[in-house]
């Protein structure tokens, strides 16, 4: 048992008690006790460090469903505090599949829960939760494999000693592979009908040879037809299930020096190789751009229209504690007066605007891809220059006053606070977030890196605003309304109907250039910040309301 004298922060109203462990084997353990009162109303206190050391989806025995990054499965397990949970992440993800085999890491995910060496029957784990009102689900990203459960505190050590010996011994029976291709293919199927799962394919077509983003992550029955497949699932997991690439979150009503003997017993044993996961490193951009850098209009499947803006850029996990990219998207997804979405509504050109990076296809340790997304009216459909012209104005804006201390500060203010009264989630939904946070940041950072600003870097953000250019980027109109003419092409894989158009340099060079229309402003100052939430004591009292502040809008 390694000890790490480190501290993780947690927010005002996060009582629980986190304890960072170390097995022999080299997984990283995050075990946490969740006291009775964190569900009564919280009182007034400090910061709080705390010193660390060291699928069932619902329906019935035959159900096998799991979720990916591609095509989740959005059934939810109930909030409940007498819950106990566990989450283990594996480091290793579609990225790494063979091109002779797309999917495998999808597959092998569906596998491993189909029972152990110990535990031969088959859906052993999933009968069993099922019978203790449990629920399990699993999800395969780009560079991680992330596995679940929930149940009621009484059956957590027999539940998990079947998740366990998951990991020590799966069974990975060669009688199973044609059932969970199946089920793999079925949920292909579903993603076919989201636009966003067909955005992201298109995403994949235009990526660059060398870089693994343009596999085929889903797997269907045809990507999986190989000879030799149950050969290729048991080397997979030989060659990167090793417990020296695992996370793993447990959270408990038990205090959490109590689990560390029992958390040794369990997961010791589960096989290592003590090797690092695989480094992606090309030598090229991450996306062709004679491929990327076009208008993609699309044929949606939803009703909803929108046009969306990617520019691929450096990756930015490294930079959590500055998040240039989450500064920019405060900015520029900003609905006060004088910003882009505010003009595109009185338009009657649009009615929301997003902005930021996605799930790990999105944001990984090859590069990220910053998304601008505008659902857009009737009207917005008939004026999309108009639109196109309006975001780069408002960009250069941004580029030229929108880097401010004051603007960094009130986000820095905004997060912090989120951070520190945020509610409480529920167990299972603890554990995922941390088992795959433990896989990015530093060991104190695991419950506020994705959230807190700590550094301001006018240089950084400024590099990264100066990527949102005219050539970098690729734009998605989606549209039922296009003409279904004959020069929209089929993508063969999701059937997506498509047109890709070049941009003329007359185009590149008017939206380049063009000025802030005279209504955008950067966002003004909130003067409403909050820093110091303790509640005064009653020193006066008064027999009627004391009037605190007026202005032209209230008083």
């Not at 020296?244 to 003997?261: D, F, I, N, W, Y």
Request: aromatic share 12%.
């Amino acid at each position: 048992m390694a000890i790490a004298e480190k501290v993780i922060r947690k927010g005002l109203s996060n009582k629980k008690e986190y304890l960072l462990h170390k097995l022999k084997n080299g997984m990283r353990c995050l075990l946490i006790g969740q006291p009775d009162e964190e569900y009564e109303p919280s009182k007034n206190e400090n910061y709080k460090f705390t010193k660390t050391s060291g699928n069932y989806n619902s329906s019935n025995d035959d159900s096998e469903e799991s979720s990916d990054s591609c095509s989740s499965d959005e059934t939810e397990p109930q909030k409940n505090s007498d819950s106990f949970a566990m989450s283990l992440c594996v480091n290793i993800g579609s990225f790494s599949d063979p091109v002779e085999a797309q999917g495998l890491a999808h597959l092998l995910e569906h596998m491993i829960s189909m029972g152990s060496k110990r535990y031969p029957a088959e859906n052993h784990f999933d009968r069993f939760l099922y019978r203790k009102a449990g629920y399990s689900n699993a999800e395969t990203g780009c560079e991680y494999t992330n596995f679940h459960f929930e149940v009621p505190m009484e059956y957590s050590r027999e539940a998990s000693d079947i998740f366990a010996s998951m990991f020590q011994a799966p069974k990975l029976a060669k009688e199973s592979i044609d059932k969970e291709k199946q089920v793999v293919d079925s949920e292909f199927l579903m993603a076919i009908s989201d636009d966003d799962s067909r955005i992201q394919r298109l995403l994949s077509i235009c990526a660059d040879k060398e870089n693994p983003a343009g596999k085929f992550f889903w797997g269907n029955l045809e990507s999986l037809n190989h000879k030799n497949l149950d050969e290729m699932v048991i080397d997979f997991w030989k060659n990167h299930y090793s417990a020296s690439r695992m996370t793993l979150a447990v959270q408990s009503k038990q205090p959490a020096h109590e689990m560390v003997e029992w958390i040794d017993n369990l997961f010791s044993e589960v096989p290592t190789d003590n090797l690092p996961p695989p480094e992606f490193k090309i030598s090229r951009e991450p996306f062709h751009p004679d491929n990327f850098h076009k208008i993609f209009k699309i044929i949606s499947v939803s009703s909803t229209k929108k046009i969306i803006f990617s520019w691929y850029l450096p990756p930015v996990n490294n930079l959590y504690k500055i998040k240039p990219l989450e500064y920019i998207a405060w900015i520029v997804g900003h609905e006060g007066k004088g910003t882009l979405i505010n003009y595109l509504r009185k338009l009657n050109y649009a009615m929301e605007l997003e902005a930021g990076v996605e799930d790990d296809f999105y944001s990984n340790s090859i590069y990220s891809l910053f998304t601008m997304t505008i659902e857009i009216t009737d009207l917005g459909l008939k004026n999309i220059h108009e639109i196109i012209e309006l975001t780069f104005g408002y960009l250069n804006l941004v580029r030229e006053k929108g880097i401010s201390e004051s603007i960094f500060k009130e986000i820095k203010i905004l997060a912090e606070n989120d951070f520190n009264f945020s509610e409480n989630k529920s167990a299972i939904d603890h554990v995922i977030e941390l088992a795959e946070n433990m896989l990015i940041y530093e060991e104190e950072d695991y419950l506020c890196g994705p959230s807190l600003f700590h550094e301001y870097s006018p240089e950084i953000i400024s590099q990264f605003l100066n990527l949102l250019t005219v050539k970098r980027v690729a734009m998605f109109i989606l549209a039922k309304e296009f003409d279904n003419s004959d020069e929209f092409i089929k993508d063969p894989t999701f059937g997506t109907k498509y047109l890709a158009e070049s941009l003329t340099e007359e185009l590149e060079s008017k939206w380049s250039t063009i000025k802030p229309h005279t209504f955008f402003k950067i966002p003004s100052e909130n003067q409403y910040l909050t820093t110091n939430f303790t509640i005064l004591p009653q020193t006066v009292h008064s027999k009627y309301p004391k009037k605190i502040t007026e202005n032209k809008y209230f008083e």
